[in-house]
């Protein structure tokens, strides 16, 4: 069993739709980031987050340290989105465990 | 300061010829990732340093790869007869020791042997 679960793998979205990324985790961290690639390759980290929830623009991340789950929301959803979405736990050296990414696609 | 920068972005190598990569952190980031990432997978920690010292190892970390931080700035990742299946995407971060302190990522080296 992978040390960081993501749900779901695949997403397809209509433009507007209010969109739901979880992410579960059996290790104990210092924080947990949600992190943005595109094609190509590069990676944008989104948020860091140790407790409560963060919001910037239309995304929002919350996070639950007892129940070890986090989840990324996007509300009015947009083909810019498209993306896959990495949910990484840090450890205490840290270093970054990665779930293995929801792929979202937005059609207008 | 201009990010994580990698070089090179793409590299493409007969099978058992050695490559090498080589990532400039931001300036003040004390600590170097060198992750590595496969087609349809997150990326999987490879190793990590602390100034010039490198502290972890994973054990994907064959004998043939070898890492350097000589000055505690630039890294160097080397991969000794390369393998079809050392194609990936080499991923490079950076951060300042401590949790609070956020993580960048360079754009990656997308290495292809064939």
């Known amino acids: 069993k992978n040390e960081v679960e993501q749900s779901p793998q695949n997403l397809t979205a209509q433009e507007g739709e209010f969109i739901t990324i979880n992410c579960s985790y059996s290790?104990?961290?210092?924080?947990l980031h949600w992190l943005q690639q595109h094609p190509g390759g590069g990676i944008v980290s989104l948020f860091m987050?140790?407790?409560g929830k963060k919001k910037h623009g239309r995304l929002i991340a919350t996070i639950n340290i007892q129940e070890k789950h986090s989840s990324l929301h996007i509300t009015a959803s947009h083909p810019r989105d498209s993306a896959v979405y990495i949910c990484?736990?840090?450890?205490?050296?840290?270093?970054?465990?990665f779930g293995t990414g929801t792929r979202l696609q937005v059609f207008p | 300061d201009t990010g994580v920068s990698q070089d090179p972005r793409h590299k493409i190598t007969k099978r058992g010829q050695n490559v090498t990569f080589r990532c400039d952190p931001i300036s003040e980031h004390n600590r170097l990732y060198w992750y590595r990432q496969t087609l349809g997978q997150g990326p999987e920690f490879l190793t990590y340093f602390q100034n010039e010292a490198q502290l972890e190892k994973s054990r994907l970390l064959s004998d043939r790869f070898s890492a350097e931080r000589p000055k505690g700035s630039f890294s160097t990742l080397e991969i000794q007869r390369t393998e079809q299946g050392d194609s990936a995407m080499y991923l490079c971060?950076?951060?300042?020791?401590?949790?609070?302190?956020?993580?960048?990522f360079g754009s990656g080296t997308r290495l292809t042997v064939v």
């Open positions: 971060a950076s951060s300042l020791s401590g949790t609070g302190s956020g993580y960048t």
């Open positions: 987050l140790s407790s």
């Open positions: 990484a736990v840090r450890s205490n050296t840290d270093k970054l465990i």
């Open positions: 290790v104990g961290i210092s924080a």
